[in-house]
């Protein structure tokens, strides 16, 4: 598989955890290698595995969970969902020579990869944060479609059937698609159908691995790890 490095591994948060009441990245879970963790450090490992230690949390959130993550970029689109985060990291993406706005804790900036080599490996490679047990061989099972999918816009996980816009990765392309959608009036905030049907490419993966914690009966029925 060629180099990594042009693809922006993010971790999207800034949902405000209605349903389960509290904040739910700070819950205490297993993360797959058995460590004691916080639910947000399950998708923060799962990138790092694969891209390094690199990986960059989207949205406005707890200080102590942007500081589980190696930078953090202040959501220029807030309240409107995963899509506004996806397309905050494309602009910065896509910007030749840009540094990340956010820190951890004052720490320096990330700078976001430049577009120089095979385009087809250009972009943002999206988690969402809340995911409990997506791991690093899901984000390869996308990439491995990425790699056989060059005209594709976006390269999304389906597991069961399901296309899962939040386990995925975006092309440049899709900057333009996003911003019109969310310049609409009202906003399409949707990522299901956001992509061009013939631009879309799909990944199969292990429904398990796309089970992400929306309220507290859901992390006490969470199965294990397998």
Known sequence: MPTL???????????????FGRDK???PVMLADGREGWLVDVAIAALREVFGDRVVIV???DGQVAGRADGRL?????????????LTALRA????????AGDRDQRSAVEA???????????VFALSGDLARVRASTVRAVLDAVERTPDAWAVLAEAGGRIEPCIGLYRAPMLDVL?????????????HDAAPRERLATAPIPPGEAVNINSPDDLATLPPWT
């Open 5 to 19: 490095d042009h693809i922006f591994p993010i971790v999207l948060v800034g949902g405000r955890s209605r349903r």
């Open 25 to 27: 990245l700070r819950e």
């Open 59 to 61: 949205g406005d959130c």
């Open 74 to 86: 202040p959501d220029e689109h807030p309240g409107l969902g995963p899509a506004g985060g996806v």
């Open 93 to 100: 993406r896509c910007r030749s020579s840009s540094s990340m």
């Open 113 to 123: 990869p430049t577009v120089e080599d095979d385009g087809r490996w250009h972009g």
């Open 179 to 191: 911003a019109r959608r969310l310049e609409a009036t009202p906003p399409l905030l949707s990522l």
